[in-house]
């Protein structure tokens, strides 16, 4: 029988090689669950079939709760995780991974000894040593247009060779490619491609085209 924390790594690697693989993680704020299942579903059929639904709304761990159960194919995570009672409201609702903007001794202790699949934020040297002290070596770089983007991981990739970043913050489809080039980079996150007034508008068509051109700025 695997142990708690090799099934907690095996998950945890499960997650980085998917966002590996797909290199853009779209980001999800709305709060109707029916718009919810619209987008994500559209997001994967043009080829994003992994998403990151935050905490930013009252009703969001409902939508994240229906979007998980309704989009069984697609990795459902939840971003901006603050406390670790969310930690575990998150995990009862059968996502996938959790996201933070940032990092407190409390959360990280609770986050290594959950087996949710967890990426704390860092925007710093000493937050990302706080990370590693926990054991994660895949952070949320946040937010990175600020922190200094690849300028920021590159410079961190010096003392700290075996991390890897995922970029979100000012993204888009645009810098994309540039941003993805660089070596410790995992992956970038943004919401570019589902953007709040074409989900509120209900455009899935054009939210399908913002996913394709995405997922090809991911392999350009």
């Known amino acids: 029988m695997m142990s708690h924390t090799n099934n907690s790594q095996a998950k945890l690697q499960n997650i980085i090689e998917q966002l590996a693989q797909l290199r853009v993680l779209p980001i999800l704020v709305t709060d109707d669950v ?3 299942i619209r987008c994500v579903t559209t997001l994967a059929q043009h080829g994003l079939p992994a998403v990151e639904i935050t905490l930013r709304t009252p009703n969001a761990m409902q939508v994240l709760r229906e979007v998980v159960r309704a989009c069984p194919d697609v ?6 995780i603050l406390t670790p009672a969310q930690l575990d409201a998150v995990k009862e609702t059968g996502a996938a991974f959790g996201i933070s903007p940032g ?7 609770a986050a290594a000894e959950s087996d949710l699949p967890y990426f704390p934020g860092v925007g710093s040297a000493s937050d990302l040593m706080l990370a590693l002290e926990h054991g994660f070596s895949v952070v949320k770089l946040f937010p990175s247009d600020i922190v200094g983007s690849t300028k920021m991981a590159k410079a ?3 003392p700290f060779p075996d991390v890897r970043f995922c970029l979100t913050g000012g993204v888009t489809v645009e810098t994309t490619p540039a941003l993805l080039q660089q070596s410790n980079v995992l992956c970038v996150g943004g919401s570019w491609m589902c953007p709040a007034n074409l ?3 209900g455009d899935w068509d054009a939210i399908g085209k913002l996913a394709s051109a995405a997922a090809a700025a991911a392999k350009a």
Do not use: H, Y
């Open 103 to 109: 990092i407190t001794p409390v959360l990280a202790k």
């Open 75 to 80: 990795t459902v995570g939840a971003g901006t």
């Open 199 to 201: 989900i509120q508008a």
């Open 156 to 158: 961190l990739g010096g």
């Open 34 to 36: 029916d718009q919810a």
